[in-house]
């Protein structure tokens, strides 16, 4: 059974998302501005409102984020810039409706212009990953929290994070 958060407008969820640890402070500033970024988005052809096939390696993975995150779900993405973090951020619109593709001036791993995925997101806080359970982490890019997802919210509301 899936637990959803109440809130005035509509149940929400709670996801885990993970981003590529290569350039923390970097994404960390992109989030505070309102660009959640992605990786495997370093060509055009990589563009999800395309609904072509993803021509680079993992890039598929990327259609469960655009088509699943709706607005107001919340996000914890654990290791931005610190591995005893995790910032919360809340979508501001389904990301499927917001999301723009746009390929960034920062590099990936190999040396490629990458991080093209944007989704619309509201920077809302970050919280010590000591205060969350370790087992509700995941090694995947993006889960969903079911069961954590109730505890992820009071949590940060406890912490002054307003969801």
Not at 101 to 124: A, L, T
Request: net charge positive; proline share 6%.
């Amino acid at each position: 059974m899936e637990i959803l958060i109440k809130n005035n407008l509509r149940n929400r969820n709670v996801w885990g998302y993970r981003l590529d640890k290569l350039h923390g402070p970097w994404f960390l500033n992109e989030i505070q501005q309102g660009r959640l970024r992605q990786g495997w988005g370093q060509d055009p052809k990589c563009n999800l409102s395309l609904n072509a096939p993803i021509p680079v390696a993992g890039g598929e993975y990327n259609r469960s984020i655009y088509f699943k995150v709706k607005k107001g779900d919340v996000l914890a993405i654990p290791n931005i810039d610190d591995d005893t973090k995790v910032t919360i951020v809340v979508a501001t619109d389904d990301f499927d409706k917001g999301y723009r593709f746009q390929i960034s001036n920062q590099c990936n791993k190999d040396g490629d212009p990458d991080y093209g995925h944007i989704f619309p997101v509201e920077y809302r806080g970050i919280l010590p990953k000591s205060l969350l359970k370790a087992n509700q982490w995941c090694p995947l890019r993006f889960w969903k929290m079911r069961k954590w997802g109730n505890f992820v919210i009071s949590t940060a509301r406890k912490h002054g994070i307003q969801i």
